[in-house]
């Protein structure tokens, strides 16, 4: 799909993704890599019944995840196919892994509102990408 030809809300649906994927893999990175002075703010933002169960571990999982998101997100600005399943996938994941780690208090209604959203937008301009 040519830049010039690509609509408007394709456009917008991969800039606000690329912008989303990028703050959040940098935030989970450097909560990961400085998770001591991290954690009274992760405790504070945090649900009551779950700050103990948000590990290093689980931090990086999220920002290897997220960065998996822009990587399929990069690969829909380039029209390929293979970046639609990478976002979906990825974005599944990012929905599942909070509430498999930690349960039911870490659902979040806006996230599965925002990712439905965007993976629908990427599914009606799907056929639009090459292979």
């Known amino acids: 799909m040519n830049t010039q030809k690509r609509p408007l809300l394709l456009s917008s ?3 606000l993704s690329t912008i989303g994927s990028s703050i959040a893999t940098i935030s989970y990175l450097g909560t990961f890599i400085f998770y001591k002075q991290a954690l009274p703010y992760i405790e504070k933002f945090t649900n009551t019944l779950t ?3 948000i590990s290093r571990f689980y931090i990086l999982a999220l920002a290897v995840i997220c960065l998996v998101s822009l990587l399929g997100v990069v690969k829909m600005w ?3 196919k ?3 399943f990478i976002y ?3 974005q599944l994941c990012l929905f599942a892994l909070p509430l498999l780690y930690i349960g039911s208090h870490a659902f979040s209604s806006t996230n599965a509102i925002f990712t439905l959203l965007f993976v629908t937008i990427y599914g009606v301009f799907y056929k639009s990408f090459r292979q």
């Open 13 to 15: 649906a991969l800039t």
């Open 78 to 80: 380039k029209s390929q």
């Open 82 to 84: 293979a970046g639609f």
């Open 88 to 90: 979906l996938i990825a």
């Open 51 to 53: 700050p103990e169960l």
